[in-house]
């Protein structure tokens, strides 16, 4: 997240934000507040300077932030836009917000990108980690009719700049290792990502970021450190540039499985054929020239 360092920028917030917007001086303390486009087509990140010291007074502040209107900047507060929030609930790292029924006459991608902006300010509170949303007491469903359940920021796919486009919700297939770190499992994955990030890239991140721990049997394919340079797609060819961490093996996985999970897992994509691996912009001579294409040969199920 970047913080605005004009003191242009800094003044016209202070004036048409008021409480919230209102800033003693910069340095600690700093939150970001997220609010909806008038597009609606994204979401978009204004700094506030916290004032409250307890969870409570923290959370009654951001709510607050959320649910005030500014006259001037173009976006919406999220709990301004045509519903009301009936109570809020705090208990230990969860905080519960009940809705009335007008939440959910918001279109899909509009409600999505609603909860993106609530989950994601609320989450900056040290004792908050999950955020719920009930409908005048029941259950909220997504668009697929699915529970959404408790959500935390990491659900909602950020990027490096001011804005975040729509989110979409995305199942992507992940390949990962079974037990002996010699063969490779399929799963799959359900999970909202920010249209800024390609999903090329989301898929080489969700596999680097491991099982979710809800499938029994399965682990990292690859190492966990390693960090993403670029990925790009060409004429049908990914090219993934990774760190030299990725040729580190951990839990018995080698470098050739964890190649296949990477490629099996990108070629599952419509518009990816072949995958090339690069190290630090090179392709390692033990690679080969040639792009790899899926290899099912060391794909196998799970035992029940």
Not at 46 to 69: A, F, N, P, R, Y
Not at 149 to 171: K, P
């Amino acid at each position: 997240m970047k913080k605005w360092n004009s003191i242009l920028l800094f003044l016209f917030c202070l004036l048409v934000l008021g409480a919230c917007g209102r800033k003693q001086e910069s340095g600690e303390n700093i939150y970001q507040v997220y609010y909806v486009s008038n597009t609606e087509t994204k979401v978009e990140m204004h700094e506030h300077q916290m004032q409250g010291t307890t969870t409570e007074q923290q959370l009654d502040e951001l709510i607050e932030c959320l649910s005030t209107m500014p006259e001037k900047l173009e976006y919406k507060a999220p709990f301004a836009m045509g519903f009301s929030l009936l109570d809020v609930s705090l208990e230990e790292e969860r905080v519960l917000l009940n809705v009335d029924a007008a939440y959910k006459e918001m279109p899909p991608t509009t409600e999505v990108l609603v909860r993106a902006a609530i989950v994601r300010t609320l989450t900056q509170i040290p004792e908050i980690s999950y955020v719920g949303i009930n409908v005048e007491g029941e259950q909220l469903y997504d668009n697929l009719e699915n529970p959404v359940g408790w959500m935390s920021a990491d659900q909602f796919i950020d990027n490096d700049g001011n804005e975040i486009n729509t989110y979409e919700l995305v199942r992507v297939s992940l390949y990962f290792a079974n037990e002996g770190g010699d063969q490779l499992i399929e799963t799959y994955r359900e999970k909202h990502y920010s249209t800024n990030t390609p999903l090329e890239r989301f898929v080489v991140e969700e596999l680097i970021a491991g099982p979710s721990g809800q499938i029994e049997g399965v682990y990292p394919s690859v190492n966990p450190d390693t960090e993403i340079i670029n990925v790009m797609t060409r004429d049908g060819i990914c090219y993934v540039n990774l760190d030299e961490t990725f040729l580190t093996v951990v839990n018995n996985v080698p470098t050739e499985i964890s190649i296949y999970a990477v490629v099996n897992s990108l070629v599952e994509l419509s518009n990816i054929n072949r995958v090339q691996i690069l190290i630090n912009g090179e392709v390692p001579a033990s690679f080969g020239s040639a792009a790899y294409e899926r290899n099912l040969d060391m794909v196998t199920t799970l035992e029940p």
